[in-house]
T-cell receptor, first 110, second 115 residues
Framework: RKEVEQDPGPFNVPEGATVAFNCTYS??????FFWYRQDCRKEPKLLMS???SGNEDGRFTAQLNRASQYISLLIRDSKLSDSATYLC???????????FGAGTRLFVKA | NAGVTQTPKFQVLKTGQSMTLQCAQD?????MSWYRQDPGMGLRLIHY???????DQGEVPNGYNVSRSTTEDFPLRLLLAAPSQTSVYFC??????????????FGPGTRLTVL
């Protein structure tokens, strides 16, 4: 079993749609969680950190469920510019080891 | 402020050759790391450094060496290139390993092909 698992997609949604991605992780002692965005043939960039109480940044909402060991990302009112691969990232205790999921591809269509 | 820079952007090697991928950051970050990204797989940690003179192995270190003589630079050396090392390599840095929500900043990547 992979340490961090994501549905690879692709998710094809129309503009204005709401889409949700889930990510599960295997190490219950994982310390911190992030969503990164990666555009085609570009480097990953931080989208948002995921806090225990859940957090929102504009159209993006991240949730953490430690009991079930998953995190989620909700995108509301999708834009064409949201088309990208979304990477789930988990830090192990101590902060040295960072595990990336393989990513979920999103295509937003006009 | 250039952030994290990597050279070269593209490289083709023959099996058995060696080369060094360069990485530099100008943000005075303590923590630097090297990842490789292969299709269908997440980024995998090769080596990391928590400061000048200190390096350690990540998940897939075999075939690679690193050193950190300065805070700014963290080169990755391929000793004897093999086709299995064909990949996209990303260097990243963050302010510190400590602190739960440290953002990693990535360089633009090096696309390496080993024939």
């Amino acid at each position: 079993r992979k340490e961090v698992e994501q549905d690879p997609g692709p998710f094809n949604v129309p503009e204005g749609a709401t889409v949700a991605f889930n990510c599960t992780y295997s190490n219950s002692a994982s310390q911190s969680f992030f969503w990164y965005r990666q555009d085609c043939r570009k480097e990953p960039k931080l989208l948002m950190s995921v806090y225990s109480s859940g957090n929102e940044d504009g159209r993006f909402t991240a949730q953490l469920n430690r009991a079930s060991q998953y995190i989620s990302l909700l995108i509301r009112d999708s834009k064409l510019s949201d088309s990208a691969t979304y990477l789930c990232v988990v830090n192990y205790p101590g902060g040295f080891k960072t595990i990336f999921g393989a990513g979920t591809r999103l295509f937003v269509k006009a | 402020n250039a952030g994290v820079t990597q050279t070269p952007k593209f490289q083709v090697l023959k099996t058995g050759q060696s080369m060094t991928l360069q990485c530099a950051q100008d943000m005075n970050h303590e923590y630097m790391s090297w990842y490789r990204q292969d299709p269908g797989m997440g980024l995998r940690l090769i080596h990391y450094s928590v400061g000048a003179g200190i390096t350690d192995q990540g998940e897939v270190p075999n075939g690679y060496n690193v050193s950190r003589s300065t805070t700014e630079d963290f080169p990755l050396r391929l000793l004897l290139a093999a086709p299995s090392q064909t990949s996209v390599y990303f260097c990243a840095s963050s302010k510190s390993r400590t602190g739960v929500y440290n953002e990693q900043f990535f360089g633009p990547g090096t696309r390496l092909t080993v024939l």
